[in-house]
């Protein structure tokens, strides 16, 4: 059996450590597959539930020097409030970092700059005392920032080094060198007192902290989405007891349980009504502003706004079963996905931390034995080609546009099954619609009635009565009709279905036959020349339902499944982005192409068995291109599954679609512009990310080596490099959220 978890991961710093976790786990021998998404901290493992257990894969990830806990989709602290919380700790742990070096700094940066300095911190009277108050104010701020050891050293000893090795490493470096010159200014040799590198320690430190800090409040920004959804989601529910009410907890509540919502109150589960009546906004749930209303016997969603009236409930579905934990689930997948131009970082960073060091190590020695440089000199540049290096714009470029771009979906009601869907729908060439519930309502409807000496009126009340007695959808649509225009039903005796051809029954004495031309033909009704032409005449897409009164022909009732109001103007946009065609039913011929020809198809597949859609769909497949189905994920799962991507048009609750990649839940088709718009802007961010990623480390760790100071340009201090090393960082989210914001 196969089981799928998602587990949240502690000490993640880079794309190095996220790969590292990720390939742990995928040598387990029981996983199918592992994806571990660093913006969101989370490891998604599908694997054989008998051949493994939890406990393995908590022990694989703390082999490599990680903690993993198993996530739940309804535990208490949420991503965003777990970003906040670790977004306070560093918060506090920088203010102090920055209160203990800026003495520090002015200290070193003072004597240099001829600053005023009290005597018995003077470097050239009272050299120990300079150095030992540097010491002194560097050892809390190492405590405070012992992660960055603690992860580093632990990841560089296993083998897998990490962005925390490179930070531990540079100022563990530099403050070994600073405590070596300390030492030697205590025994007499006071010229060490220029070699101190406390400051740089210091500062290095408190200002990747202040880049962390700023890096993971622009990361909880890309998860507002989630927060959003969760909080349609009451925390208290209203439970009926008998006479009385009870405000109890959301968890508490089980299934068959009797809930109170007042006016205005978001309704806290799935359930049906079981008194009472009100208007619902269901704007979340079906993007419509019309309130429905609702009573006795009427779904109710979670997450959707009571109006004026009391509405009492009973509990159809658990909290983790309900709409929106559905929703909820879509994307939080979606945005724990990777996509595949996330393998470009990947790959890169699998061998960059330990290129970086060897890179840090060779310039240290070419500068010392080379170039004959002092010990401070060659120091200085290894450090700054440590600290410079920048694996975590990497590793944040993909992931964080990928939660970006699907939580703006989100809000759109548009929901990316996975990353790699939001991916591959800008690369779609060509487009296969199914025409019932996706370019038409899907809702038959008489568009016309043509009468041959009779009202309108009379027919259609006749012709009602008689479809009364039917369940057969054109019934339906002659029975909507009626009850639109308030005409009372009539007295019926008589009624005979006839397989295959129609109705026949009595009304006001009279004999009354409804139904195609065949019924009309064996009952002996004919048609002269006048009537022919009129046939010819009406639209190929309409169907037709002849009526007879006493074997003469009345009337003809054109039935039409109407075009939506917004398929036009999709397959104009559609066409005009470069994207081909293809309509794809089982209606008729003639049906088909009439309305391909109004929404603006050119390639049209009629009279297809819905076994035969799935076919169409591979052979289109065979040049090579992106072939995406649009379908209402009902009659189509074959052609939705078989599909590079399957879009299913859903109608509010019909969002868990298993044969979809991508659910537009509003059910309006402008929403697949969107989408593949959406698509477009995020692909385009994340080839943006990863360009700056690229070409920051191409240039900068160079410049980091000393390049410059070769043909007499400036050497890069440490402290700048940290400082540029967390702004690409914060660079790479800060251009994700631009999606936030782009019009689509």
Known sequence: MIKEEVYLIDGMTCASCALTVEKAVQKLPATEKATVNLAT???????????????????????VGYQASLYQANQNESLSQRQERQSNHLWKRFLWSALLTLP???????SMLGAWLPHIFNPNWQPENFALLQLLFTLPVLYLSRDYYKNGFTSLFKGHPNMDTLVALATSFAFGYSLFATFQIFRGEVHYRHSLYFESVLVILTLITLGNFFENKSKSRTSQAIQKLLSLKPNEVRLVKGEKQELVPLAQVKLGDRVMIKPGEKIPVDGRVISGQSYVDEAMLTGESIAKVKQKDSLVYTGTINGQGNLIVEVAKREDESFLAQIISLVETAQGSKAPIAKIADQVSGVFVPIVILLAILTGLFWAFIMKEDISFSLTTAIAVLIIACPCALGLATPTAIMVGSGRAAENGIFFKEGAHLENLAQIKTLVFDKTGTITQGQPQVSRIVSLDQTEKTILQEVASLESWSEHPLGRAILAKAAAEKLALLPVQDFKVISGQGLKGEIKNHSLQVGNRRLMTENGVTFDQSIEEKLKALPSQATLVYVAKDYHLKALILIEDQIKADSQVTMSALKAAGIRLA????????TAEAIAQKVGIDQVYSEVLPTQKAAIIQSLQANKELVAMVGDGINDAPALAVADLGIAIGSGTDIAIESADIILMHAQLTDLIKAIALSHQTIRIVKENLFWAFIYNILMIPIAMGALHLFGGPLLNPMFAAMAMSLSSISVVLNALRLKSIKL
């Not at 901290?41 to 082999?63: G, S, V």
């Not at 309509?583 to 003639?590: E, H, I, P, R, S």
């Open 104 to 110: 520090v700094l002015y200290l070193a940066m003072g």
């Open 583 to 590: 309509l794809l039913t089982g209606d008729q011929k003639a």
């Open 41 to 63: 901290e989370k490891l998604t493992i599908t694997y054989q539930d008998q051949a493994m257990k939890a406990e393995d894969i908590t022990q694989a990830i703390a082999n």
